[in-house]
């Protein structure tokens, strides 16, 4: 079939077939051998800004670290398996792991704290509580419950002004807060985007230096606010048809939304306009994470039956899949991949790092082709 073109709305597909211009290999499995009964669904994955720490949370109640380099071990010292020329080392969380931190709930939502030298990781959980944690001390440093108990979905911070902070929650608003006020933490500003209070799902301060801050919410559209003035959103992105789940901005002029309705959408941030939407993983009801890799303009995302989903944002249909196999004692785990990160770094190689609800994480190397 020749070259194509489609066009839908304000929608423009590319007028090409999905090409993928790199060799994905599956480096690392990391998973647990005791407590295998224990509920472990990871949540969420970050990298530090040095993208050389990882940290995961999830239903567990800990936080994670991990170093890049004991995610990426030498084979002579780990449990390889060699298939043709690529090789995938089996670890165990409790020797992978550099330490762990016990939270007094399950986690939805982990962050960096820009500025703090990758020390201070800021946290949202089911109860409904923001807290942060200094990884040097090991302690938590800041505390907020300004959401009534309602699950915290979505934590981040401004790139512009590192101390400041929001969080999206089931209560249906959007804090902003400031841990240096004198009040411990107050809101500084706080966004409901509906009548109804639908509950925010995510939440995202624009990397690129606009003052924008972008939700999404179970009403099945996007918004973004102006931080000096949030009386009213200056974008709603509307094109869903199910509860979105995640935004991230993928450019200084372009942002991804996902949704339980199975797709992921592209649009342009500037006048709301829809370009591209993307099909082929399964999501109807979880949140199976999303990460853009900015370098390469790749999008990574989980799926409900069990695999890892990459996409290049040029083109609709995903570049390349990857199933989980399913761990412990039942083999016909039918789990899902629920959280993903990508390292970013470098042009001409990159590291994907997926979650499971089995707890394992996988993590995936890429290598553009010649």
């Not at 070259?3 to 647990?32: I, K, M, P, Y």
């Not at 040095?50 to 990426?72: D, H």
């Not at 201070?120 to 108990?149: A, N």
């Not at 925010?200 to 606009?210: A, K, L, T």
Request: proline share 3%.
């Amino acid at each position: 079939m020749g070259a194509f073109r489609w066009f839908h709305g304000d929608e423009q597909l590319s007028d090409s077939a999905a090409r993928c211009d790199w060799d994905f290999s599956l480096s690392t499995v990391v998973s647990s051998t005791a407590n295998a009964t224990v509920s472990d669904t990871l949540g969420v994955i970050e990298f530090d800004p040095s993208n050389t720490i990882l940290a995961t949370g999830g239903i567990a109640r800990k936080i994670r670290i991990y170093t890049l380099n004991s995610l990426l071990p030498r084979e002579e010292t780990e449990t390889v398996q060699t298939q043709g020329e690529r090789s995938t080392a089996f670890l165990d969380h409790a020797n992978a792991c550099n330490y762990y931190i016990f939270t007094p709930a399950k986690l939805s939502s982990l962050r960096w704290k820009p500025g703090s030298g990758g020390r201070v990781l800021g946290s949202g959980d089911y109860d409904g509580v923001v807290m942060e944690y200094d990884l040097e001390r090991k302690v938590s440093v800041f505390e907020r419950d300004e959401h009534g108990g309602r699950r915290v979905w979505s934590v981040d911070y401004s790139h512009s002004d590192p101390f400041l902070g929001a969080s999206g929650s089931d209560d249906g608003t959007m804090q902003m807060w400031d841990p240096r006020s004198s009040e411990g933490g107050r809101c500084v500003a706080k966004v409901q985007p509906t009548a109804a209070r639908s509950p925010v799902c995510c939440v995202e301060f624009d990397p690129f230096g606009d003052a924008l801050v972008a939700v999404g919410c179970a009403d099945k559209k996007a918004y973004a606010y102006d931080v000096r003035r949030t009386a009213e959103p200056v974008y709603t992105f509307d094109g869903h048809t199910k509860t979105v789940t995640y935004v991230r901005f993928l450019d200084g002029g372009t942002m991804i939304t996902a949704s339980t309705d199975g797709c992921l959408k592209l649009w342009n941030v500037e006048d709301s306009r829809l370009i591209r939407t993307y099909k082929g993983h399964v999501n109807s009801r979880s949140f199976v994470g999303l990460s853009v890799w900015r370098h390469g303009g790749l999008v990574g995302c989980g799926s409900e039956n069990n695999q890892v989903f990459v996409y290049d944002k040029r083109w609709g249909e995903p570049i390349w899949v990857h199933g989980f196999e399913p761990m412990g004692r039942d083999r016909s785990d039918h789990g899902f991949v629920s959280s993903v990160c990508w390292r970013q770094v470098s042009e001409e190689q990159c590291t994907l790092v997926a979650g499971g609800s089995n707890g394992a994480l996988h993590v995936f190397l890429g290598k553009r082709k010649s």
